[in-house]
């Protein structure tokens, strides 16, 4: 490994004081943040600001939850039932299972008319994962192996396409609108497996920069956050159009979301057994695009990096790339877009009888990205060196 130290022009380049200014701005806000309260963690955040009966929220939350269990383990046979509910039976936060009975609750649809979507939402979202542990190579989610890492790659395609058509058994329980429900959950599915591609794609054709960064989240991560926000308009009664305009509205929280996963990866914790897996798998995160954007003369070595093997791929190069990329400002900056494309969102006008909205996704503004502005300041505080130490790393081709 070659370490380079950034010469005094690239420290004050006009991209990397902003960067600085960002990143001690960050700093700042995260250090006036209260501390977090356990007991409210999780909570449905829009029973708070409304004062919602929570209690009917959370009880369709257990339902939800009850009811991908039976529908799986009803509808599915053999080798694969066991399959199916090992992979559940791993958790997970069941943030969709929750969103979806959130954005009902805020525009006054029942939390049971919307438990089918809810089902339907989480299933979709479990199919995704078990395919793209398969597409990254990824031996373990939630502390758990993954499905292709214990059955094989077959049985985990099979397993994928089998949450892939359970969404549409849900739904088909969902009354009046269970067309359009359906068609929304379709349309949108879609659009996340082009957005999957996408990601995929863009090591190989070179597309580092932030705007393919962004049209990716929205495609891979925002479509599936913006099914529960479609799906309670149509289940309100309005238009399939002003329903298909919400969702639409809405994708950048997949930016918001797959910024902070970038995160969490790289200084934080996702339950994995290493830090930087990104890097490993050839990723291009936000915090590759950033960094060029602020360090390009590092292209070449980040690129090298992002194609050797991931067995090839040493502890020490990717510790090294991950102060880099705290270094440079890249970290900071990529919270910061983040943040910038929720308030964008906030910005728009919505009809009153669906504005309560609103709340919602402010909540999850904070939910998505103050554990990553937290994992990073503790980052901070345990690899703190002195300024004439700070250098940028990376690999020469």
């Not at 939350?61 to 009803?74: F, G, H, N, P, Y």
């Amino acid at each position: 490994m070659t370490v380079t130290t950034a010469n005094s022009a690239s420290l004050n380049s006009p991209a990397r004081r902003r960067a600085r200014s960002v990143q001690s701005k960050l700093a700042e806000r995260i250090a006036r943040r209260p501390a977090a309260d356990p007991r409210r963690q999780g909570a449905p955040r829009v029973g708070r600001e409304r004062d919602q009966d929570q209690s009917q929220v959370e009880r369709a939350v257990s339902a939800a939850i009850a009811q991908v269990a039976a529908l799986t383990d009803e509808r599915t046979t053999g080798v694969m039932n066991s399959v199916v509910r090992e992979h559940l039976a791993t958790g997970g936060k069941r943030v969709r299972i929750q969103l979806t009975l959130q954005c009902a609750a805020a525009i006054g649809v029942p939390a049971d008319q919307a438990v089918p979507v809810a089902v339907a939402t989480e299933l979709l979202h479990n199919a995704t994962l078990i395919h793209d542990d398969l597409q990254d190579g990824d031996v373990t989610r939630r502390g758990q192996p993954t499905v292709w890492a214990r059955h094989g790659m077959a049985q985990a395609i099979n397993a994928g396409d089998v949450l892939l058509m359970l969404p549409f058994v849900a739904l088909s329980d969902a009354g009046p609108r269970s067309a359009q429900l359906s068609g929304t959950l379709a349309r949108r599915a879609s659009a996340t497996a082009c957005g999957q591609a996408d990601e995929l794609a863009m090591l190989d054709r070179e597309r580092l920069d932030w705007r393919s960064y962004v049209a990716m989240c929205e495609g891979k991560t925002g479509q599936i956050l913006a099914i529960p926000f479609e799906s309670a308009v149509l289940l309100a009664g309005h238009q399939t159009s002003l329903a298909r305009r919400v969702g639409d509205l809405v994708t950048p929280l997949g930016l918001a979301y797959q910024v902070a996963d970038d995160v969490l990866d790289l200084v934080g914790d996702k339950g994995r057994e290493t830090a930087g897996n990104d890097l490993r798998e050839g990723k291009v995160s936000a915090l590759v695009a950033v960094h060029l954007e602020l360090v390009p003369s590092d292209r070449d070595a980040l690129l090298a990096t992002l194609r050797r093997p991931r067995d090839e791929t040493t502890d020490t190069e990717v510790a090294e790339w991950i102060e880099a990329f705290v270094a440079s400002g890249a970290v900071a900056l990529a919270l910061s877009r983040a943040a910038a494309a929720m308030d964008d969102v906030d910005a728009c006008l919505l009809p009153a009888e669906i504005d309560g909205l609103r709340v919602v996704w402010r909540g999850l503004r904070e939910r998505f990205l103050a554990p990553a502005e937290a994992a990073l300041a503790d980052w901070q505080r345990r690899n703190t060196r002195p300024a004439s130490a700070s250098h940028h790393a990376g690999r020469q081709p």
